[in-house]
């Protein structure tokens, strides 16, 4: 299983006047731990929109168990999964220290320029057979 | 069941370099629905908040199915129930004309302002009976 | 002088947790000044960009005198002038009924797909002299 | 003159389907900057708020002279100056190594929790005035 882990610190923006992070920010966050994911198993994003692969999200979720705060360092851990040949699987949680704040997912399907879904590139599914991914 | 149909146009702002939406922002969609179904029900969001009551997101998802675009306009429809006495739950689909762009859901707690979950208002539990949603 | 005024109604996702609007989204509320504006004399932006001009900002700037409150209906007023022959000028107020909240400048150039500025389309420059904007 | 430098890596929520950052999310990093500066004089922008001082932003403005780009590492730098003994200046500047991106500006002043313009704290004066910043 490909993971990473990832620290983000709570911008005043991502507030709301509830006095936490409004909800839909948290999926900014789980892109800047994919992004972070990409980079270290030396598949950048940027990369791989110039090689013609792009990484749309198809489906999201989140569970909010405790509020995030302005100022809060958390920790978002990532798990990324091929839930078929043309499917990618990614989940994480939010932490603040040890308490879990939130859990999530993404689904994605590498698709071309034009919008058609293709198979990943092969470095990439041979990083994810190497890693008991499949 | 309570619902309602809401129009929005996609903002500049809200795409991405991928040329569309970014999926976050379908969430502030949905919280533009969600306000206006309380105002057609009589309960103005604003004046829940006066009266000490808070209706935080205890959890979101989406399934994108075409792509949003920059000027699109487009209706979220939305559909309200009460999971439990303490828990509502909301629908929504998001139509470009006749096709479906987007599925998702969201959870909801009323609680006071000091975090607790409290149950709803009685004028809010007395129009859902009405209309069936229990 | 062209000008348009455009409602928007202060989304909940734009408040902070000083319990008021964030000052950055003023700028989305001017884009949306802007599409109506370039809707109202009939080139669309989206039209614009797919006949190859890009309107980016080159500038901007806002003064806030009094806070933006979520659920205000707002108006958003918007004057357009040449400063150039390749320089757009827009200023814009933004009103809660008669009480100034803020004002804004956005500057703004024709630019083709690969960044280099251009002359507006001729259609523009037209309807500019036409209302004694040069 | 107090100053910092911040790094802050762009997002792809951040830019828009002009292939750049939207302008309105330099702000949100112009913020980012000014809470690293507090921190690094030891008034954590956090702590103010436990203690009754918020900062608004007055007034802000921005200058694109290249356009930032998903994924950029870009150094914010920031200098602070008092403008009279109620209001700050904070100046910015967006490097992308030695190129310079984008200059701005903010303005704030400190206000209690109901609105009223106060005094800074005194250790902040204390600290302007062994900076020279007066």
Known sequence: MLSTSTEIRVRYEETDQMGVVYHAKYFNWFEVARIQLLDEIGIPYKELEKEGYFLPVL???????HPAQFDDRLIIKLEISLASLLRLKVAY???????MIATGTTEHAFISKDGKVIRPP???IELLKQTDTF
């Not at 949680?93 to 308490?99: N, Q, T, Y």
């Open 59 to 65: 489906s999201c979720s989140a569970i909010f168990k």
């Open 93 to 99: 949680k939010v932490l603040r220290k040890d308490l």
């Open 122 to 124: 092969a470095s990439f």
